[in-house]
């Protein structure tokens, strides 16, 4: 069974760019979810979708991000335009049924703003 | 509010020796708990995860926690570091229910392990 997939795996734009990271949950898993880590601080939650429905956006930084889960399956994440403080590694997680379920982690996009 | 502390950012240990990391918790009722891992180049990897009963929890690869609430603590021990262990140990909380649950984490502790 494929994990948790995220692409690309490392992006660098310059700031006042837009940029869009996808991810791919463990198929079947209806929970997913986004968190950050900015400058080696702790990993922070941006929001959790359950299929395609936003069900808790409290930790997106700012409107400059916006996430969507088409038809439930894959996620996107957009930031625009960049800034420099959005420089970091963004991870996607997938659980099953119950958001209680364990949470599978992607690999990371490691996004440098400049 | 919530929060998770690990308070060693960096920890060096002797291949072979023992480890122990720790994890304390901010929180008033009792959270699910979890370990994760991350090794150079790849994705968080779920070590082992405390929801209720046995307060000892076993784990993959050989790693154990125990969850001691009188010291709202949740520390990782292993009784023998491997070379292949070196990487990054995150503890985290699981906060809310279904309508809003997420993973509050601590800062991160860097594992080096010296031949």
């Known amino acids: 069974e494929a994990g948790v997939t995220q692409f690309p795996s490392h992006s660098v734009i310059e700031k006042g760019q837009t940029v869009t990271l996808r991810c791919d949950p463990i198929?079947?898993?209806?929970?997913l979810y986004w968190y950050r880590r900015v400058m080696g601080k702790e990993i922070k939650f941006l929001l959790h979708?359950?299929?395609?429905?936003?069900?808790?956006e409290s930790g997106m930084p700012n409107n400059r991000f916006l996430a969507e889960r088409t038809g439930g399956t894959y996620s996107t994440l957009k930031v625009q335009p960049a800034e420099l403080e959005d420089s970091g590694v963004y991870f996607c997680a997938s659980s099953q049924v119950l958001s209680t379920d364990t949470q599978y982690f992607g690999p990371g996009t490691r996004l440098t703003v400049l | 509010a919530q929060s998770v502390t690990q308070p060693d950012i960096h920890i060096t240990v002797s291949e072979g020796a023992s480890l122990e990391l720790r994890c304390n918790y901010s929180y008033g009722a009792t959270p699910y708990l979890f370990w994760y891992v991350q090794s150079p180049g790849q994705g968080l990897q779920l070590l082992l995860k405390y929801f209720s009963g046995d307060t000892l929890v076993q784990g993959i690869k050989g790693f154990e926690a125990e969850f001691k609430r009188s010291q709202s603590s949740f520390n990782l021990r292993k009784p023998s570091v491997h070379w292949s262990d070196a990487a990054e140990y995150f503890c985290?909380?699981?906060?809310?229910?279904?309508?809003?649950?997420?993973?509050?984490f601590g800062s991160g502790t860097r594992l080096l392990v010296r031949p």
């Open positions: 985290a909380v699981g906060l809310g229910m279904d309508s809003s649950y997420k993973l509050i």
């Open positions: 198929s079947g898993h209806d929970n």
């Open positions: 979708f359950v299929k395609e429905s936003k069900q808790d």
